[in-house]
């Protein structure tokens, strides 16, 4: 071990103790055209690693190993200003249009076809936002029939005749993006919003009754409109919509790692408040309809914030522009590690997230004309998708605690479990402490014919280690197989400052 001070935390785990089947589109993303997420991203014709359709193989074959259920597209902000009629068709056709929210120039080279036929490809399902900015139920309505009208009418012939000739066949469809936000084209009040939602609600599942639809909670849990938003809103809309979503990035500025650390404890502060309004909601209006949440953006955001100024400003209505390109380092890994363990905690009530984004975007892929690599934050998204799929057990946990700028009674040692359907459990464990190990003494009476199988651990001595394109691996996991059986008790240690992911098989 790393010869630093020795701790203890305990962990009691029980399959009684469930907090529900976890809802494998907690594992999924957000691709919006923007920057180089699309456009030198996924998308990349001419490009020695491309296919015939331009699609960057390199790339696709990480987000596969990702097993990533769906991806949100095409926006974020950039939906509130977009026409998807116009990324239909011929390309040579399309327009090419100012894009407001960036500040930027969209082709609309790559569009709808493109994105269903490209998921499919990556193993994915779309999840398909409309823009209730500067549009509302007329197109809302036109494009699910464009994508889910089997033939006959005029948009699913149109379809046809662009070469879909089977339906798209798009489930899950956001309602607009962050439409309390003054970024936002188009803000809306909430009375403005969810009367806007409600009938476009309405009119797309008169259009396909099987989809489900995500109304937009407020763009964050700190503007002066959450909550009161939350409350007006559901009022209007509350029996047409599925889900709220919500949305939240976390910074640290101040490189105070303790307090950046804890903030996983504001996502669920977060996603309880949420939980309560919605419910506030269907229990006035007396509705035998729950209500869940879509986690639909999430991640760390802030390093990119000044290198984006100037870029703007030099680039004034630039195309694919390297925008929002956070080089995550070894503690935005850390809490990104703990915001998935936040996330199973609450697998009762959230249903979807997407990590946002995913590709050169505030992602945890990057790419160049060469290449592409994995960022730090890749490694906790990867290993939960992989091995969060089954029950969430809740973890009787006992830690040491600590208090930070904003957080008080901060476990050091955090933790989910998941029961798999083939009997295995796996433990996420988060050591927050920068000076101690933790001995975690785990307590699995319960789970008796189960043998300790694999030990992941991510971590590096230096917080702000980076991956790059010349060093890819300078964060990597380090795995430690081994086949212990147990006597109802296993107590791995969890070095200072480090991710892991505990695994137990049958047999
Ligand atoms: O993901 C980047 C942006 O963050 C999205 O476009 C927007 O919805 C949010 O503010």
Redesign the pocket.
Known sequence: MSGKEMKTASLILDRDFAIAPVDERLYSS?I?Q?GRAVYGGIYDPGNSNSDENGYRLDVLEKIRALKVPVIRYP????VSGFRWEDAIGPRAQRPRRLDL?WATTETNEFGLHEFCDWSTKAGSQVMYAVNLGTRGLDAARNVVEYANHPGGTYWSDLRRRNGAEAPFGIKLWCLG??MD?P?QIGQKTAYEYGRAANEAAKVMKWVDPSIELVACGS?AYDMPTFGAWELEMLDLCYENVDYVSL?R?YTNPTHDLKNFLAKSLDMDAFIKTVVALIDAVGGKKHSHKKLNLSFD?W?V?YHSNEQDKQIQAENHWGQSLPL?EDVYNFEDALLVGGMLITLLHNADRVKIACL??LVN??APIMTSERGCWAQTTYWPFLYTSLYGRGTSLRPILKSPQYSSAEFDAVPFVDAAAVEGEDGSLTIFALNRSSDSDFQLSCDLRAFAGLRFDTHIVLHHEDIAATNTEAAPNTVAPVTRHECAQLDGRFTPVLPALSWNVIRFMKG
């Open positions: 957000f919006e923007l926006g974020g902000n950039f929210a993006n962050e936000g970024w763009s949305h990035y953006e991640n955001w929002l946002a984004q975007v505030i």
